[in-house]
């Protein structure tokens, strides 16, 4: 998160290396427009289950990122259901999700998202419990660290965006180490996205990150 001032406003002469909350948002969209299309779904038909934090900027960024996208590819606002997430685990999102799918039960299937994994696995295992196949649900996080138990089974987790604790260490750690040694001032602003994983390639991705 970025430094802020008293005002609650960022403190904008302090240089900042964050994720850019938005653009990972829009990765996720993609991922599921895609997938939409591969599975020959109709837009029309489908319902978007979306668990909103709207306390949490970062989460607002990423939902809206989401969005903005599927609206984009056609997918209607009327049929985008939001409900606010308030106990931010697992268990606490299938609890919010759970009435979003008992209010639209001529829904067949379902797309899923919101701030990060849990989220997600929320949103899944509140389909499973509606009985709901998960051939009928696209389900997409974020962060990527822990989705491999859904990647190695049978779920309507169908992908995440992983987020390279990594190349944040590296790029905080080479830019101290140019404006100190070498008086080389880091920019103001750098922000960056994350990589899409799914079940054919997220083992080869945690190896790159030393996850496994």
């Avoid at 996208?69 to 606010?84: M, Y």
């Avoid at 696995?121 to 962060?143: D, F, Q, Y």
């Amino acid at each position: 998160d970025r430094l802020v001032g008293e005002d609650g406003k960022p403190l904008a002469n302090v240089p900042h290396l964050g994720i850019s909350a938005y653009e990972i948002g829009k990765l996720v969209g993609t991922a599921i427009v895609e997938e939409i299309k591969n599975r020959n779904w109709d837009m029309k038909s489908t319902g978007a289950c979306v668990l909103t934090i709207d306390a949490l900027e970062t989460a607002r960024e990423r939902i809206r990122g989401a969005e903005e996208v599927i609206v984009a590819a056609g997918f209607p606002k009327e049929n985008i259901f939001k409900a606010a997430w308030s106990k931010h685990d697992a268990v606490g999102a299938t609890d919010t999700a759970m009435p979003v799918l008992s209010q639209h039960q001529n829904i067949k299937n379902w797309i899923g998202f919101t701030s990060n994994d849990d989220g997600v696995m929320g949103i899944v295992r509140a389909t499973e419990s509606k009985n709901i196949p998960s051939a009928n649900v696209i389900g997409v996080g974020i962060n990527g660290n822990t989705v491999d138990t859904e990647f190695s089974k049978e779920s309507g987790f169908h992908a995440s965006v992983l987020l390279s604790a990594r190349e944040h260490g590296f790029k905080t750690a080479e830019m101290m180490y140019q404006w100190i040694k070498e008086g080389t001032a880091p920019p103001m602003e750098t922000y960056t996205t994350g990589t899409l994983i799914t079940r054919e390639n997220w083992k080869d991705a945690w190896t790159k990150e030393g996850l496994n």
